[in-house]
């Protein structure tokens, strides 16, 4: 038999319940991490959103009716009132002695993933049961993190004069050409969900000047590795009346400007996985290295045969980020490997455009656009595409386009660094993989 919420609401979040409510009467809710029996006293670890109080039951000290109803397992949902007493040894220094307890949900008696903490289940066993996985302490403090950094980057951005923007998921043609596109059925159209904002926020950088947007793109890789998932969330921002350099400066500004806000204000959630050391607050400027010197520097002392207009290796790239641990930029690209609307050089050997790494691992993509149309048409055929595919797309140049430059940086890749995370699922709510398409 179930207990009814009824009238009762939650007066506190357990982080809320501190010595200064010594004595008070609170409400809390949630679910129960764990329990201890131990005959005339049982222990319950009540968890919510944002971490744990003790719950303390005495035989005597509460009434018969109380002490015998509870009788809970492992993620047990409950609502608690009682009193605030303080108690050195639990958790935040204090206790709840209740004067009632509602049961609103049961759990089988053995669950499909460890919730302890004792130990950590195999990662594809908790992503099969990710609604309950995503309560542990763990998880809790990597999107405690993700939330401060999306908080940060807005706030940076805002304070730039940037506008938010949402751009179509939905798209009629490749954003850059390629296969790597999941087709939909449109109404009686093949359509596509979207790889990348880029050519939308182009537009709108000709409108609004600064804009930037946070948001899914859908890339039909089938790689099965640590760093790849098929759903992606991109920060994407782009610039008008500027050039690379400008927002490479406004790129490594936000990097540091975000460690240090999750410093500052989620320095428990990185102590609590163990990273406050290693996700320290970076210099800047950033050190700036040309493509051609990456590549001398990978052929001759890492032993590689790495031509020109190759992309390293992943095993070229692991060496370089023992070399380079920190942020770092890759510039001036071969243009041969660089997508059509990214500007070339003066030398047209090279491209106007950047990595932004973090040791072994890109977080970062971006460049300085082409603004000409009939220059953005000839990269078009040059690269193989048909520019009647992207008319609708070409039209927004016929009104005045301003110089714009921009980059892609992709959000889970860069909590599943701060995080010093295994594997980038773990930075996603619900992965999508070439293998997962639930739940």
Not at 164 to 172: A, D, L, R, V, W
Not at 247 to 260: A, P, Q, S, Y
Not at 360 to 372: A, C, D, I, K, P
Request: hydrophobic content about 35%.
């Amino acid at each position: 038999m179930l207990d009814e919420l009824g009238d009762w609401r939650k007066t506190h979040f357990t982080r809320d319940v501190t010595p200064d409510l010594v004595g008070n009467e609170v409400i809390l809710g949630g679910w129960v991490r764990n329990y201890r029996d131990l005959g005339g006293l049982k222990f319950l670890s009540l968890q919510d959103k944002y971490g744990e109080r003790q719950i303390t039951l005495k035989k005597g000290l509460i009434s018969d009716d109380l002490f015998d109803k509870t009788k809970v397992g492992y993620q047990y949902c409950l609502m608690v009132k009682g009193k605030v007493k303080a108690f050195d040894k639990a958790p935040g220094g204090i206790e709840i002695i209740p004067s009632d307890i509602k049961i609103l949900n049961r759990t089988p008696d053995k669950l499909p993933i460890d919730m302890t903490g004792e130990t950590i289940s195999e990662l594809d066993l908790r992503l099969n049961h990710r609604a309950l996985d995503l309560r542990s302490l763990r998880n809790q403090a990597v999107f405690e993190i993700r939330g401060e950094m999306l908080r940060s980057i807005r706030r940076f951005l805002f304070e730039k004069a940037f506008t938010e923007i949402s751009t179509p998921k939905i798209i009629g043609s490749a954003t850059e050409g390629g296969t790597e596109l999941f087709p939909i059925m449109y109404f009686e159209r093949e359509a596509f969900l979207t790889q990348s904002a880029q050519l939308y926020k182009e537009q709108l950088s000709g409108v609004y000047e600064r804009v930037f947007e946070i948001s899914d793109c859908f890339r039909a890789e089938k790689s099965r590795t640590k760093r790849h998932i098929c759903e992606i969330f991109i920060l994407d921002v782009e610039m008008a009346f500027v050039t690379m350099e400008d927002v490479m400066k406004l790129l490594e500004e936000l990097i540091h400007n975000v460690i240090k806000d999750i410093r500052d204000n989620k320095m428990n959630e990185l102590k609590f996985l163990k990273m406050e050391n290693e996700t320290s607050l970076p210099e800047i400027p950033f050190p700036r290295y040309r493509y051609e010197e990456i590549i001398d520097l990978i052929n001759n002392k890492f032993g590689f045969n790495i031509e020109f207009g190759e992309d390293p290796s992943t095993e070229a790239y692991r060496k370089l980020g023992k070399e380079l641990p920190d942020y770092y930029y890759i510039t001036h690209w071969p243009m041969s490997i660089k997508p059509f609307y990214i500007m070339p050089s003066k030398d047209p050997k090279y491209s106007e455009s950047f990595d932004l790494q973090k040791g072994m691992l890109e977080l970062t993509s971006g460049g300085t656009r082409v603004h000409n149309k009939i220059q953005l048409v000839n990269a078009l055929e040059s690269k193989g595409l048909n520019s009647v595919s992207f008319e609708s797309h070409l039209k927004s140049f016929d009104y005045g386009m301003p110089p714009h430059a921009g980059f892609g940086l992709g959000v889970d890749r860069w909590l599943t660094m701060i995080c010093g995370l295994d594997d980038i699922r773990e930075a996603v709510f619900y992965p999508r993989t070439p293998d997962r398409l639930e739940p």
